[in-house]
């Protein structure tokens, strides 16, 4: 787990006006020194000097990744510490020097078009020894005017109807298929492969709600790290974790674990799970936790296991934590596991978030659903995972942030640089760089786009992070539903290259482990899509 995500200030702004459909944000500190240093030394310590050297000298297109060689020196001997990267609305994690040198790579796509000033700031490890230093260098950074990729896309349906309303699909290396249903007779569906490549029903895993007098609903469902379990959400019934090998044969019970009484209405929805498989996070809608007012809140759960890696009794809440927004909607943590992100609807009434000075974050007159009133942006939350796992409590959020408005689900990308977010009602995708969501988030925003069609819930990144799929919902009618390809090699650039046709609320979207299949579930059609997507 990565234990290092405290980055160094880089204070930005915005540009004046933002275009309709994309943003930047401004660059991060001027001049084309190649050193420099803080302005307030402690008094004994040796200031060193900070070179900073781009791999490309001259200028660099938007795709192209960029190496920055950065040395650290003194003549009083070579210091030790770390080292942080930032231009604009980037941000790198900090890198630790080794003899007085570091490496940086930034990603592709993430430098804004222009004339961008490279700060590397140097925290010293002694702060007797060694004071605070920076070093700037200057690159610019033009378009790649590489064309957009072209997409094809075909799509086989399947039927739930009878079973219930499908949340998420989930492939799985057997071969099977299980979709996640809620109604009256709610569980899960197995769907297995047929001789011809396709996909038919196999059984159906009713659930047998422990805590609730009358049926449960399975919801977001996630696999767990060990491949023998499985983890989902049950509505008012908390969490479950099912034998992996019973479900496929729908002879599972699973072991629940309640997120409260049933008069709570803690709403569980959906369920992330630690890379160790240690803990799991339940995103609980509208429970509110102890000390709290906001309704919304992530129940952290610790898992215990038997002799053969199942989940076990002793498995157990240990606490929950208020994010200060209201009606969480959706919970992802990074691929490294060090960070959750959290997303809720509406932004609560005592929440102080960043970003209030940009028109695209902090909103005013969000419909939350067809014919109701008018409310304020979202939030975006991100919880430290150490923190959360020994103390569930409001210290674990590093930052919160406002989204736009209703935004309800996140993805981060797998070099961690980048992270996703659907703002439902602006019919958008927003696009922030981790790295200043943890140290300037209000303007940690890279760019935006809109989506190709309405209300845009479920998204994914698949082909090696370079596309991006959206199901556009249009939950409360009135637009249009699809699911939408969008290319976001350049995040600020995003656009949509190609749509699929859906059925009715089309919600999650699942990616196959070939990076080109999608699992996409049409809730109010009750059917799911299986997409297979190739790339030209």
Known sequence: ?????????????????????????????????????????????????????????????????????????????????SVVLSSGSYASFPVNLSGGQAAISVPAGLLAVGS????????????????????????????SGAAAPAVTASS???????????????????????????????GMVV??????????????????????????????????????GLAATLGVDGVIFYNLSTLQTCNSTGVQVSQGPVSA??????????????????????????????????????????????VTTGTTLVGQISTGGQTIAGVAVSPDGSRLYVTSEVEGAVTTAAGGSNPILTRTGCYQQAGGGTQANGLLTVIDVAKAETNPSGGAIIATVNAGCSPVRAVESADLSTLWVSARGDNRVLAFSTGMLETNPGNALLGYADTGGTAPVGLRLFDKGKLLAVANSNRFGGGTANMAILSVAVPASASVVQTVATGLFPREITVGSDDATLYLTNYSSQSFQVISTTVH
């Not at 900073?52 to 960029?66: D, E, N, R």
């Not at 159906?204 to 696999?223: E, I, K, Q, T, W």
Request: proline share 5%; aromatic share 8%; with cysteine.
């Open 156 to 186: 086989v349906m399947y039927s739930t109807a009878g079973y219930g309303y499908p949340f998420r699909a989930l492939p799985l290396a057997s071969g099977n298929v299980l979709v996640s249903v809620s109604a009256a007779t709610s």
């Open 1 to 81: 787990m990565n234990g290092m995500r405290l980055i160094a200030n880089c204070q930005t702004t915005l540009l004046g006006a933002m275009p309709l459909g994309l943003c930047l944000v401004a660059g991060c500190g001027g001049g084309g020194s190649s050193t420099g240093s803080t302005t307030l030394p402690v008094t004994g310590a040796v200031t060193p000097t900070v070179t900073v050297t781009p791999s490309a000298a001259g200028s660099i297109s938007t795709a192209q990744a960029l190496s920055v060689t950065v040395g650290v020196t003194s003549s009083s001997g070579t210091p030790a510490g």
């Open 116 to 143: 961008d000033a490279l700060t590397v700031n140097f925290t010293p490890a002694s702060a007797a020894a060694y004071n605070s230093a920076s070093g700037t260098v200057n690159v610019t950074v033009v378009a």
């Open 265 to 310: 209405n803690e709403g569980s929805f959906d369920v992330a799970v630690s890379p160790d498989g240690k803990y799991a996070f339940v995103a609980n809608e509208y429970g509110v936790a102890a000390g709290a007012t906001a309704q919304g809140n992530i129940g952290v759960v610790a898992l215990q296991y038997d002799s053969t890696g199942l």
């Open 191 to 228: 769907f297995g492969p047929t001789a011809g490549g396709g996909l038919q029903f196999s059984c159906f895993n009713y659930v047998r709600p422990a805590f609730a007098a009358d049926g449960a609903s399975d919801f977001g469902m996630n696999l767990l790290p060990n491949g023998l």
